[in-house]
């Protein structure tokens, strides 16, 4: 979104010979960065509050737009207990209510464990799994399928799903390929999908406040006020 109107904005400027495309594109490029940034913020915050309503503590969190907008957002956030939490949120531009759409809950996958696994190449293994945790920041899930699949669950076509653009695939009893790199189906979900999202048509979406309580591990704040109704009740 911002590289093509910088293309087109040179091209026209040497085409026509005038400085203006050229300004112009830069502008517009300007002006999707700062409202890219603002929408940032409102996705972080309504992660921080949907994190809130469920009574999560969040040990660390990232958000990131889908393809091509910046109004629905993936949210994925980590808990104490080692879980990731993926959403889809909805910020609309012109104002209005913001909407999540819940999604899944997967266990986290910690280098240390694939890094025990018995293996008959220990150091291929042990390099591609250290190459992998930091390529994906640690945001690494484990998917079913033959061999040990790594998920890179930072990127998904469904921003509330866990089924990620990309895996790799450990086979720890194989000493000739014991990496490869794995494209998992993405069940389908297409551009007509993420529009009608986008668009507000998705009747999943419901807003912050009405999302279910998820299990998981509580923060201090919360478990003091639970603690008290207990109590109190």
């Known amino acids: 979104m911002i590289t093509l109107p ?50 999560h503590e969040v040990v660390r969190a990232r958000v990131d737009p889908s393809l091509g907008n910046v109004v629905l957002w993936r949210s994925l956030y980590q808990t104490p207990d080692g ?10 531009l012109a104002g209005g209510t913001v909407t999540v759409r819940p999604g899944a809950s997967t266990p986290l996958v910690r280098a240390e464990e694939i ?5 008959a190449a220990p150091d291929a293994v042990a390099r591609g799994a250290r190459v992998w945790f930091w390529f994906t920041d ?38 000739v390929a014991p990496v490869s790199r794995s494209s ?3 069940g389908g979900r297409g551009l007509i999908d993420l529009w009608r999202e986008v668009a507000g048509r998705d009747q999943r ?29």
Do not use: F, N
């Open 138 to 175: 640690g945001w690494v899930g484990r998917l079913p399928g033959a061999g040990v699949v790594l998920a890179d669950h930072r990127y998904a076509a469904d921003p509330a799903g866990l089924v990620p653009l990309w895996a790799m695939t450990l086979r720890p009893e194989d000493s």
């Open 115 to 119: 890094a025990s696994l018995p293996a």
């Open 6 to 55: 910088l293309i087109l904005g040179v091209v026209l400027a040497a085409w026509l010979r005038r400085a203006w495309p050229a300004a112009a594109a830069l502008g517009v490029a300007l002006a999707w960065l700062g409202v890219g940034a603002l929408q940032h913020a409102r996705a972080t915050g309504a992660q921080q509050a949907l994190a809130d309503v469920r009574g």
């Open 184 to 186: 998992p189906r993405l």
């Open 205 to 233: 979406h419901v807003p912050i406040p009405a999302v279910e309580h998820r299990p998981g591990a509580a923060g201090p704040g919360v478990a003091r006020e639970r603690a008290a109704e207990a109590r109190g009740g």
């Open 83 to 92: 879980r990731l939490h993926a959403d889809a949120v909805r910020l609309p």
